[in-house]
């Protein structure tokens, strides 16, 4: 990456976490021989009023990275069983961070289909948040690493920016707060995108 690619994306990630998380779209996220476009993000605004953002009640151990600096991985642990990675964004203390969902494998198709073995389908390897994890061999390791730098799981610009017509906005997937908050970016119309679930409470029998 040149150091004005660098400098562009740092200054896109140091900012608001909406306009971070629109950026983001394109993107490539590279993982242990594997890359991804990235075609679905969220965005959570951490301690600044957004009841979604892991980080809304205040640093713990668990979400402490979201905290600054921008630029690096928060990874986390999910249903028991999934990896979930966010990129942290906005100032220190902000807690702010971005969500990838769902991206299209670019690179290391061999790798990534022998990492899922079970999908048929291609445009489903990286198509949800859990699944692009396990297609780029992400886990806890990646926690709190450095996405610009030149580490195993790196972050680039888009060889080509994505247009505002060409992407759409809507409610972030199966949170508990915030439901309607359009804050879920995706590329309109692109196969890998993950189907929508609006969170339904469990009932008690």
């Known amino acids: 990456m040149t150091a004005t690619d660098l400098s562009a994306l740092s200054d896109l990630l140091a900012g608001p976490v909406v306009p971070a998380a629109r950026g983001l779209l394109g993107c490539r996220l590279t993982g242990h021989g594997v890359t991804v476009r990235i075609t679905e ?4 605004a951490g301690t600044a009023g957004d009841p979604a953002s892991h980080a809304h009640r205040g640093r713990t151990p668990r ?5 600054g600096p921008a630029g690096h991985a928060y990874v986390y642990f999910t249903y028991g069983m999934h990896w979930c990675v966010n990129v ?11 969500l990838l969902r769902a991206g299209e494998v670019v690179d290391g198709l061999d790798v990534a289909r022998e990492r899922r073995p079970a999908v048929r389908k291609d445009v489903d390897l990286a198509r949800g948040p859990a699944r692009l994890c396990a297609a780029l061999g992400i886990d806890r390791s990646v926690y709190g690493a450095d996405l ?10 888009p060889l080509l920016p994505v247009p505002d017509a060409a992407v759409t906005a809507g409610p972030r997937v199966g949170v508990t707060g915030a439901h309607d908050v359009p804050w879920r970016f995706w590329i309109t119309d692109d196969p890998t995108v993950s189907a929508y679930r609006r969170h339904v409470p469990r009932t008690r029998r």
Request: net charge negative; no cysteine; glycine share 14%.
């Open 41 to 44: 993000v969220e965005a959570y």
């Open 63 to 67: 979400n402490a990275v979201m905290f």
């Open 88 to 98: 942290v964004t906005g100032p220190d203390g902000e807690a702010s961070a971005v």
């Open 148 to 157: 610009l730098g030149d580490g195993p799981v790196r972050l680039r610009l």
